[in-house]
């Protein structure tokens, strides 16, 4: 006779939860979706390059806030204040898990692994001088990619690589988001472990592991890819006002490479490894590249923004 209302108390207790659940997952999902709406909705004031950065840190915000609010539910962002202002605004990773996670021994990081952080940073500062100049003298097109190439020195390989051995030195598990791309010998390689981890993480926890789970290997990583290319066509191809649909062609090729290199025949053709891996990773990636950051976004976006700091 006791067994019912238990069982209603309980049931009662599991409602109350999962409400509870369902509402810290609205407040984690709202600000990505209501911080990109809100720049969009300035568009029309702002020049092109100012509404792609302020579009690109209202993506990474809203980012930076699902994943905090998301393992501090589940008991892992814990520390103080400090600590969880540092993740949200000094840090680029996503990973919640790796950079709350307590180092009992400090790596010795080598004075070598600093200078190669400040080489990185000052090689993309001289050429986004170097390609501001370029433009200045009636080359915009060569100009701006080397305003772009240095851009991705400066921030993702110089910048964000000097953070990583910050916050390692002050003891965060945290490893550089880029881990030497240019030593990839597969596709898979290049874009799992070594290029941009932090939406690398993203990707693999919203988008992959849900397909693989309900469609599989193959649909999870063209999906992934998918996600991956209509995100840039927003954060480029926007701002741009054209090029719609080039950047996520890209990516969908980047996918279309993986899958080919993992079938029975690429294995037979060893495109997943040595030398070959290697050649296969650079045609797919790089021949490419100029759909991803296609002459619209660098003639509409990326030559006002090198003049813009040229002064």
């Known amino acids: 006779m006791r067994e019912a209302p238990l069982s209603e108390a309980m049931a009662d207790r599991t409602g109350e939860a999962l409400a509870r659940n369902g509402k810290r997952r609205w407040i984690s999902w709202a600000p990505l979706a209501v911080l990109p709406l809100l720049a969009i909705a300035l568009r029309a004031r702002l020049l092109p390059w100012v509404f792609m950065w ?3 840190a209202a993506i990474f915000a809203g980012c930076k806030w699902q994943t905090w609010r ?17 993740y949200l605004l000094l840090w680029p990773g996503m990973d919640v898990r790796e950079f709350f996670d307590v180092v009992v021994k400090k790596p010795r990081i080598s004075p070598g692994e600093w200078l190669r952080g400040i080489a990185k940073k000052l090689a993309g500062i001289v050429l986004i001088c170097v390609g501001a100049r370029v433009v200045s003298l009636g080359h915009p097109m060569l100009g701006g990619w080397g305003g772009n190439v240095g851009l991705v020195l400066f921030l993702h390989f110089g910048t964000f690589h000097l953070l990583a051995l910050a916050w390692q030195n002050a003891g965060h598990g945290v490893k550089p988001i880029m881990q030497k791309p240019l030593a990839s010998r597969s596709l898979s390689e290049l874009w799992g472990k070594r290029w941009n981890l932090g939406f690398r993480t993203l990707s693999h926890t919203w988008v992959f592991q849900p397909l693989q789970k309900r469609f599989g290997l ?5 999906g992934a890819f998918l996600a991956s ?18 950047p996520t062609a890209y990516f969908l090729v980047q996918g279309l490479g993986v899958i080919v290199e993992r079938s029975q025949t690429g294995q037979r053709l060893g495109l997943g490894r ?10 797919i990636a790089l021949g490419p590249v100029y759909a991803l950051f296609h002459p619209w ?3 509409r976006v990326m030559v006002p923004f090198l003049l813009a700091i040229a002064g």
């Open 54 to 56: 302020l579009l690109a």
């Open 70 to 86: 998301e393992s501090r539910g589940a008991g892992l962002a814990a520390g103080n204040w400090k600590r969880k202002a540092a």
């Open 218 to 222: 193959l649909a999870a990583t063209l």
């Open 229 to 246: 290319g209509l995100l840039h066509d927003l954060v480029i191809s926007v701002p741009a006002g054209a090029g719609y649909g080039l």
């Open 274 to 283: 040595g030398t070959r891996g290697w050649l296969w990773t650079v045609v």
């Open 297 to 299: 976004f660098v003639m």
